[in-house]
């Protein structure tokens, strides 16, 4: 079993939906947990982290983590044509980081 | 902001041949990891720095990769020789503090390789 799991995808939305991206590990000694968003050929940037379970909000943007359930979630509000990308979800402790394999998300104008 | 760098940011290269890429974390930044990635997969970590010193390169297939950041700051990665396997975009990513705190990567914007 992978320390983390995602859905591939692709997911494929019209502009304007809420998009939700998820992902389930199995360490429970997972600590800080990332969304990053890679553009094609790009590195993948930094969008938002969490400490601990809850939600936390940027903009558009819910990180949502559940830690009882090993799950965390991205939720995108009024989705835009320049979200599309792939989005990795990462999780880490004691510093060494573990990443999931990405979601490929296209909003359609 | 202050960014990782890398370069260069595209590399061909013909297979047997030697290639290396270079990596500058963000200032202050004492965490250094060297991440392959390959298309529709998620970084696969090669290495991992603690200022100077190997942390982890459990995964760095050692007959052929070698990665060193000598006066822990920034740092190179060498393939020699390269393989057609080889072909991927090389991340560098960089974090505050290998000892607990702000457990947060930051990634430059890789180095495509091609191996033909």
């Known amino acids: 079993q992978k320390e983390v799991e995602q859905d591939p995808g692709p997911l494929s939305v019209p502009e304007g939906a809420i998009v939700s991206l998820n992902c389930t590990y199995s360490?429970?000694?997972?600590?800080?947990f990332m969304w990053y968003r890679q553009y094609s050929r790009k590195g993948p940037e930094l969008l938002m982290y969490?400490?601990?379970?809850g939600n936390k909000e940027d903009g558009r943007f819910t990180a949502q983590v559940d830690k009882s359930s090993k799950y965390i979630s991205l939720f995108i509000r009024d989705s835009q044509p320049s979200d599309s990308a792939t989005y990795l979800c990462?999780?880490?402790?004691?510093?060494?980081?573990?990443f999931g394999t990405g979601t490929s998300l296209t909003v359609i104008p | 902001e202050a960014e990782v760098a890398q370069s260069p940011r595209y590399k061909i290269t013909e297979k047997s041949q030697a290639v290396a890429f270079w990596c500058d974390p963000i200032?202050?930044?004492?965490?250094l990891y060297w991440y392959r990635q390959i298309l529709g997969q998620g970084p696969e970590l090669l290495v991992q720095?603690?200022?100077?010193?190997?942390?982890?390169d459990s995964q760095l297939p050692k007959d052929r990769f070698s990665a060193e950041r000598l006066k822990g700051v920034d740092s190179t990665l060498k393939i020699q020789p390269a393989e057609l396997g080889d072909s991927a975009m090389y991340l560098c990513a960089s974090s505050l503090d290998g000892r607990g705190h702000t457990d947060t990567q930051y990634f430059g914007p890789g180095t495509r390789l091609t191996v033909l």
């Open positions: 720095f603690q200022d100077e010193s190997v942390v982890d």
């Open positions: 200032s202050g930044h004492a965490t």
């Open positions: 360490n429970s000694a997972f600590q800080y």
């Open positions: 990462a999780m880490s402790a004691r510093n060494q980081f573990y």
């Open positions: 969490t400490y601990s379970s």
